[in-house]
C-alpha cells in the first residue's frame, strides 16, 4: 500500500470511530430516560432524544453529535491535510448512521453532517443550517427541513469552495437522503408529521 493512502485510511477510521459514539443512547440512559432505540422512530439523533420530552438531553445530543463529526475533521485536516479531513468527515457520518456496536443501526446524520460542514467549510454550514431553519419554520417539518438543506448543500460547497468539497458533501447528502427514505415516502403520501407532531395531511 502506497505510503500516501494510509494517512487518508487513518482520517477515514478516526472519523468512523468517533461517529460510532452513541451519545443519544449514552445520555438518555444517564438521565434515566430508558433505551431510546425504544422509544420514537428508534434511532439514537438529537431529534428522537426529543421525543423523550426532555429539550436539554436532545440539545446535548445535538451539540456531541456534532461535535464527534467536527473533532476528527480538524484532527485530520491538522496532521495530514484537507483530502484526510473530508474523509473524516465521511467516516463520522458512516460511523453514526451505522455503528458497529449497536448493530449498524444508528441516526440519521443531520447533525453529524452540521459539524461535518461547520469544520470543513464554515460557511458552508452556516448556509446548510440557514436553509434547515427556514424551512422548519415555514413547513414546520424536521425531515423536510433537512433533505433541503442537504440538496442544496452541494451548491454551495461548489459555489464557496469549490469541486472537491462539493464531491464529499454531496456524498454526504445522498447518504442522509437514504437515512431519511423512510420520511421521503411519508413526505409523498403527506402522512409526516410535523415539529408539533400533527400530520401534514
Not at 494510509?6 to 434515566?32: M, Q
Not at 473524516?88 to 461535518?116: D, E, T, Y
Request: aromatic residues 10%.
Amino acid at each position: 500500500m502506497p505510503n500516501d493512502f494510509i494517512p487518508l485510511i487513518l482520517a477515514l477510521v478516526l472519523g468512523y470511530l468517533f461517529g460510532s459514539i452513541p451519545f443519544g443512547l449514552i445520555l438518555t440512559r444517564a438521565a434515566g430516560l430508558g433505551d431510546i432505540r425504544n422509544i420514537g422512530s428508534g434511532n439514537i439523533g438529537a431529534t428522537n432524544v426529543l421525543r423523550t420530552g426532555n429539550k436539554k438531553v436532545a440539545a446535548a445530543t445535538l451539540v456531541l453529535d456534532a461535535l464527534k463529526a467536527a473533532i476528527p475533521v480538524l484532527v485530520a485536516r491538522y496532521f495530514w491535510g484537507e483530502d484526510a479531513a473530508m474523509l473524516a468527515s465521511l467516516g463520522a457520518f458512516l460511523g453514526h448512521c451505522f455503528p458497529v456496536w449497536l448493530g449498524f443501526k444508528g441516526g440519521k446524520g443531520v447533525a453529524v453532517m452540521i459539524g461535518s460542514l461547520l469544520s470543513l467549510a464554515w460557511p458552508v454550514g452556516l448556509i446548510f443550517c440557514a436553509v434547515w431553519l427556514l424551512i422548519a419554520y415555514t413547513r414546520k417539518m424536521s425531515s423536510l427541513a433537512a433533505l433541503t438543506a442537504a440538496a442544496t448543500a452541494p451548491i454551495f460547497a461548489y459555489v464557496v469552495v469549490g469541486d472537491r468539497l462539493a464531491s464529499t458533501v454531496l456524498v454526504l447528502a445522498v447518504l442522509l437522503f437514504f437515512q431519511h427514505r423512510e420520511n421521503i415516502a411519508r413526505l409523498l403520501k403527506g402522512t409526516e408529521p410535523t415539529i408539533s407532531g400533527k400530520k401534514t395531511a
